[in-house]
């Protein structure tokens, strides 16, 4: 690397991207992706955005990818046929892993029911040498459907909607996911603390020294 | 927000996004997006790779995104025709989005050679409320091509590339960019100087207090 000339600014000039331990150090936390993946309803959104609250809290940089800002920017020019489908999860996939080469702890949370597209979400990762963490929200369909905040599995059942996951099209379970979170046992914030928990033992998240043990 | 019942630990549920501030508070930054446009070999990644290193070793969070890990990733999928390139451009004013509302200073670097697509990406911004600066890379086709570190400009002038911008495609020029700089008159030291003087002058990076000022 070529040495700067800016006047004693101490600016040196750069070829290259910055690399990726550079922005982990300054952040205290490894780049990765928690990819939520579950029925529609099953506490995907809420366990999520329950996660980056604490993280951020906990002075950890966190994001979460969702429909209100993927489908409606990102994806907008997709639809629901079985090739958008795959796009929609492919390009989510190649999003996620720019953020965590970032740096960032990014969530992701898409119903995302096939295994092959998570699949190949958890392979671009890996090739890149970046941490892929599968989260099942393993919640009986049963449940999703009396909880069913937006109408859906009531339209889906009433044929209004087509091609429904968990209604008339499958949701195919991850054989071998990092975590599964029960919400049946667990509340939201004990489903976050575990994950939590996850990301400190496998040193994703490194210890801040602004953060005080207190005595409790 | 109900509070939460995780035995003491004081995590609370939550069923929304982090709010864009808390991140912000957090990197002691604003998100931003510095949208670096200019020819082929004008010297986009140069200014944009040293400002990022500038930025890093600073304590801010910064990321580029360029042809390396855009056309390779989330456009791999995308050709050159017009429509191609239109949609390449669409897509990463969205992602720059995503990165800016993560509390990231995202910087792109792309020839993006067609005003209203640099305007679209404007707008995703101006939308919500996400500060967008145009950085005119300004440096003139016959330096450009004498550069011509890929001998793209050669193959391009022999009829091996078709469409190429500069040689048989229009680049238009921004007719009001945040920022342009001059590579001619200027080092990517000084350019990248210039940029961070902008975004301290404007409130985007705010002083970390582990900076210590050293006497010269």
Chains 1, 2 share one sequence.
Not at 108 to 118: A, E, H, L, V, W
Request: glycine share 8%.
């Amino acid at each position: 690397m070529k040495a700067g000339n800016s006047k004693g600014k101490n600016i040196r000039w750069h070829s290259t991207h910055v690399e990726r331990r550079e922005r982990e150090q300054l952040l205290k936390q490894r780049g990765c992706t928690i990819w939520f993946t579950g029925l529609p309803a099953s506490g995907k959104s809420t366990t999520a955005f329950t996660l980056e609250h604490e993280l951020i809290r906990k002075g950890y940089l966190a994001y979460v990818l969702d429909g209100d800002n993927v489908r409606h920017g990102l994806n907008r020019n997709l639809g629901f046929s079985m090739e958008d489908r795959e796009e929609n999860i492919r390009r989510i996939g190649e999003v996620a892993k720019l953020f965590a080469d970032a740096g960032v702890i990014v969530l992701t949370s898409f119903i995302s029911p096939y295994r092959k597209d998570r699949d190949l979400a958890r392979t671009l990762h890996n090739d890149a040498g970046l941490p892929f963490l599968e989260v099942f929200v393993d919640t009986p369909v049963e449940v999703c459907e009396t909880r069913d905040p937006k109408g859906l599995y009531r339209k889906a059942r009433q044929g209004e909607i087509k091609g429904f996951t968990g209604v008339d099209d499958p949701y195919e379970p991850p054989l071998a996911p990092e975590m599964a979170i029960r919400t049946l046992d667990c509340s939201p914030e004990q489903c976050a603390e575990h994950i939590l928990r996850y990301l400190a033992t496998h040193g994703l998240i490194k210890p801040h020294l602004k953060v005080v043990p207190v005595m409790q």
